[in-house]
């Protein structure tokens, strides 16, 4: 993938996969806009950008295209995640953790969540 997707492009993103299928530009605009707060041709532009980026492909049946994804979800969020914390943290995943700790950016129900999930690792991994 060439770029990292803006916060419009994961919003239309985040509507293919929850569509599923191959959804067209009026699929994806009547899901996530049904108050008509976005022009069909702005989610059209963004569309055809995620194809130009690489996370969607278009096929054009009759006069209507649709979108595939090119990835899942869940490798898009860990390839986003890896460049985040690259840039951000050094490539530290522990500097990322402490940061949220220190910044008091988790709230007690999710630090322990957090805490049976790294309780849940451990077991996993016979350690």
């Known amino acids: 993938m060439k770029k990292s997707l803006t916060s419009l492009e994961?919003?239309?993103?985040?509507?293919?996969?929850?569509?599923?299928?191959?959804?067209?530009?009026?699929?994806?605009?009547?899901?996530?806009?049904?108050?008509?707060?976005?022009?069909?041709?702005?989610?059209?532009?963004?569309m055809n950008i995620l194809v130009d980026k690489g996370y969607l492909k278009r096929k054009k049946t009759g006069m209507v295209n649709f979108y595939d994804p090119v990835r899942k979800k869940n490798e898009t969020l860990r390839k986003e995640t890896d460049n985040f914390v690259n840039k951000a943290f050094g490539g530290s995943r522990l500097?990322?953790?402490?940061?949220?700790?220190?910044?008091?950016?988790?709230?007690?129900?999710?630090?322990?969540?957090?805490?049976?999930?790294?309780s849940g690792k451990d077991s996993n991994t016979g350690k």
Do not use: C
């Not at 299928?21 to 702005?42: C, F, H, I, M, Q």
């Not at 007690?108 to 805490?115: A, Q, S, T």
């Open 10 to 46: 994961w919003e239309i993103m985040t509507v293919v996969w929850k569509l599923g299928g191959r959804p067209s530009v009026r699929d994806v605009l009547n899901y996530a806009y049904p108050e008509g707060e976005k022009a069909y041709t702005t989610v059209q532009t963004i």
């Open 95 to 118: 500097a990322l953790v402490n940061h949220l700790l220190d910044s008091d950016a988790l709230s007690r129900e999710e630090i322990f969540d957090l805490k049976k999930m790294i």
